[in-house]
C-alpha cells in the first residue's frame, strides 16, 4: 500500500517541479519588467527603432514632395528611449498609455518652414494636405513606439493579473512540492528516507524537461520569427533563446538533484545489505 502511494505522490511531484521550474522560469524572464528593458540594451532595440521610424517618416516624406532634411532632429534619443520604456512599464504595471508627439510636430513644422524659405516659398500649415502630412508623422511615431496605445492599455490591465497570479500560483507550487516531498519521506523513513522515489521523481522531471526542449528547438526557427517590425524580432528571438538556456538549465538541476539521491540510496542500501 504504502507502495503504490508512494508511486502517485512521485508522480504528482514530477507535475509539480515541472510547474515550479515553468513558473520560476516565466516569473524570472517575460513577467519581470527589467528582464525586458535589459534584453531590449542588448538587442539595441532602442537604435534599431530609431531607424525604422525614420524609413517610415521618410515615406510619407516622398509623397509630400518635401526633402529627408526636414525630419533631421525631429526627437531626441533620451524620447524615444523614455517612449518605449513607459510602454514597457504600462504594459507592466496597468498604468496609463500616453505618447506626446506634440514636439515632433512642432519640430517638423519648423524644418519645413526653414527649407520652404530656403526657396522662396510659403507654407500654409492650416492646409489640408499639410495637415494630414504632419498628422501622418505623428501617428507613424505613436505606431512604431507602441504599435497601439489603446492595446497597450488594454493588455496593461490584464498582465498585472497574470503577474499577480503568477505570484501566487508560485507559493502554492511550493508548499504543495514540500509537502509531498515530506509525506514521501514519512512513509519511507525506514527506506532510506524515500530518496528512490524523489530520485525517479526529479530524474524525470529533469528529463521530461529535457526531452522537450530538444523537440521546441527543432520545431522552432528563431531566425526567420517576424512580428511588427524587425527590432521587435529580433528582441522576441532573444528572448526565447535565453529562455530556451533556462529551460536546458532547470532540467541539467534536476537530472543531477536526481541522480545524486540515486547514488546516495544505493549506497546507503549496499551498506544495510551487507550489515544484514
Same mark, same amino acid.
Not at 517575460?30 to 534584453?39: A, N, R
Not at 516622398?62 to 518605449?84: A, C, H, P, R, Y
Not at 507559493?171 to 527506506?191: M, R, S
Not at 530524474?203 to 527590432?231: C, E, H, P, R, V
Given at each position: ?9 512521485? =508522480? ?7 510547474? @515550479? ?28 527603432? #530609431? ?19 526636414? @525630419? ?24 496609463? &498609455?500616453?505618447?506626446? %508627439? ?26 489640408? !494636405? ?32 497574470? +503577474?499577480? &497570479?503568477? /505570484? ?9 512540492? +514540500? ?11 525506514? /527506506?532510506? =528516507?524515500? &530518496? ?11 528529463? =521530461? ?10 520545431? %522552432? ?15 522576441? /528571438? ?11 538549465? !532547470?532540467?541539467?538541476? &534536476? ?5 545524486? =539521491?540515486?547514488?546516495?540510496? #544505493? ?10
Amino acid at each position: 500500500m504504502k507502495k503504490a502511494i508512494s508511486y502517485v505522490l512521485s =508522480f504528482v511531484l514530477v507535475l509539480m517541479l515541472l510547474s @515550479l521550474c515553468l513558473l520560476a522560469i516565466v516569473k524570472s524572464t517575460i513577467l519581470d519588467e527589467k528582464y525586458m528593458i535589459s534584453k531590449l540594451e542588448e538587442a539595441n532595440y532602442y537604435e534599431r527603432m #530609431n531607424g525604422e521610424i525614420i524609413e517610415q517618416f521618410k515615406n510619407y516624406t516622398i509623397q509630400s514632395g518635401l526633402s529627408d532634411e526636414v @525630419l533631421e532632429n525631429l526627437f531626441t534619443e533620451d524620447k524615444l528611449k523614455q517612449d518605449i520604456n513607459n510602454v514597457i512599464d504600462s504594459i507592466y504595471t496597468g498604468k496609463e &498609455l500616453e505618447i506626446s %508627439t506634440s514636439e515632433i510636430r512642432e519640430n517638423l513644422k519648423e524644418n519645413i518652414l526653414t527649407e520652404v524659405e530656403k526657396e522662396g516659398k510659403t507654407v500654409d500649415f492650416e492646409d489640408e !494636405a499639410m495637415e494630414e502630412y504632419l498628422k501622418a508623422i505623428e501617428s507613424a511615431y505613436e505606431s512604431q513606439v507602441s504599435y497601439s496605445t489603446s492595446t497597450i492599455n488594454s493588455i496593461g490591465s490584464t498582465f498585472e493579473k497574470v +503577474i499577480s &497570479l503568477a /505570484q501566487t500560483a508560485q507559493i502554492i507550487v511550493i508548499v504543495v512540492t +514540500i509537502v509531498i516531498a515530506v509525506l514521501i519521506i514519512i512513509l519511507n523513513i525506514k /527506506q532510506i =528516507f524515500g &530518496l528512490n522515489y524523489l530520485a525517479i521523481s526529479s530524474m524525470a522531471s529533469g528529463l =521530461f524537461i529535457l526531452i522537450a526542449k530538444f523537440l521546441l528547438g527543432q520545431s %522552432t526557427d528563431l531566425k526567420n520569427i517576424m512580428l511588427i517590425n524587425q527590432a521587435t524580432s529580433h528582441v522576441i /528571438q532573444l528572448v526565447i533563446e535565453d529562455l530556451l538556456a533556462k529551460v536546458t538549465i !532547470a532540467g541539467v538541476v &534536476l537530472l543531477i538533484i536526481g541522480l545524486i =539521491f540515486s547514488i546516495i540510496y #544505493n549506497l546507503q542500501n549496499k551498506k544495510y545489505f551487507e550489515k544484514n
